[in-house]
């Protein structure tokens, strides 16, 4: 599915985005060109060889403030996807094999979990457990599962009522045989589709989070935080909100394109795309090199 997915155009553009995301995140504090928490006699000044994106209100470089906060969207972005898969995902494929009660139980856990307003309640987690964005992260990934649930229990009771799961289960074969080795093939596709959607909605919330300053303790930069302050300073500065806020759209852009890529080549839809591929090679194929000029 990885190589479907690159060679589309948009799935190249989305994993390159992402890539260099994640790099800034990795390497963004090593590669600052200045102390993102320093302050300075210069505040609000322009763009210059000193300060590629001028400085903020208290006169701190602010591309050495975005690349140091890119860790902080990207780690809560992974937070809230994996804890939603992994709450999700897991109930949702044993929901089709663990009878009646568990059946039950968890779809109307997954009810109650979309009927709660995520960030409002991820608010209310910080306000009781202090001031954390891990914790408001992980339980937001709870409150996004739901979307996990229920695409892979559709996926796996399409996959459970194929004859092949039948007869391997009418055989002898464990529950975990059966997830493993017929029904996880099948469910992936759509859990990774999820997956892809739910990092840009992590971004989101993050950024949304630390844009009313929460999660994070000032001093410390984010990408929510920076959008927040210069916009305190328009008069000012009117193109600084610029950098931050192209820098989340980019990203959930990029999540959501890899998202329709992700589907663009799987299930149906990727068969008859390889099955076109394959059909243009072998009409080039057959027609051969193009005949050269005869001889005299």
């Known amino acids: 599915m990885v190589r479907r997915v690159l060679a589309l155009v948009s799935g190249r553009i989305a994993v390159v985005i992402l890539v ?8 963004g504090p090593w590669i600052a060109p200045q102390n993102p928490l320093a302050t300075s006699d210069n505040p609000l ?37 994996l804890m939603a898969l992994v709450v999700g995902a897991v109930p949702g494929i044993l929901s089709v094999y663990l009878g009646r ?30 001031n954390g964005l891990t914790q408001a992260m992980l339980v937001t990934g709870a409150l996004v599962s739901p979307l996990f649930y229920r695409v892979s229990r559709a996926a796996t009771l399409a996959v459970a009522r194929s004859p092949y799961v039948e007869v391997a289960i009418i055989s002898g074969a464990s529950v975990g045989w059966v997830v493993r080795r017929h029904v996880w093939v099948k469910v992936l596709p759509p859990i990774a589709i999820a997956l892809a959607q739910t990092i840009g909605v992590g971004f989101v919330i993050v950024s949304s989070l630390t844009f009313l300053g929460i999660g994070v303790q000032p001093p410390a930069p984010t ?32 999540c959501n394109l890899l998202a329709d890529a992700i589907r663009d080549v799987s299930g149906e839809a990727g068969r008859a795309l390889v099955n076109n591929r394959k059909a243009r090679a072998n009409r080039l194929a057959k027609s051969g090199p193009a005949p050269t000029g005869g001889s005299l």
Do not use: C, K, N
């Open 101 to 130: 009660a568990f059946e039950w139980f968890t779809l109307r856990l997954a009810d109650t979990l979309v009927a709660l307003p995520f960030l409002l309640f991820a608010i209310a987690v910080i306000a009781l457990l202090g």
């Open 223 to 254: 990408w929510g935080g920076l959008l927040a302050s210069d916009l305190g300073y328009l008069s000012h500065q009117p193109w600084a909100p610029l950098a931050p806020a192209l820098l989340i759209m980019v990203t959930v852009w990029a």
């Open 45 to 81: 000044a322009d763009v210059s060889g000193a300060h590629w994106l001028g400085t903020d209100y208290l006169g701190r470089d602010v591309l050495s403030r975005l690349l140091d906060g890119s860790r902080v969207s990207v780690l809560g972005s992974l937070e809230v996807a």
């Open 20 to 27: 260099v995301i994640a790099l800034l995140a990795v390497l």
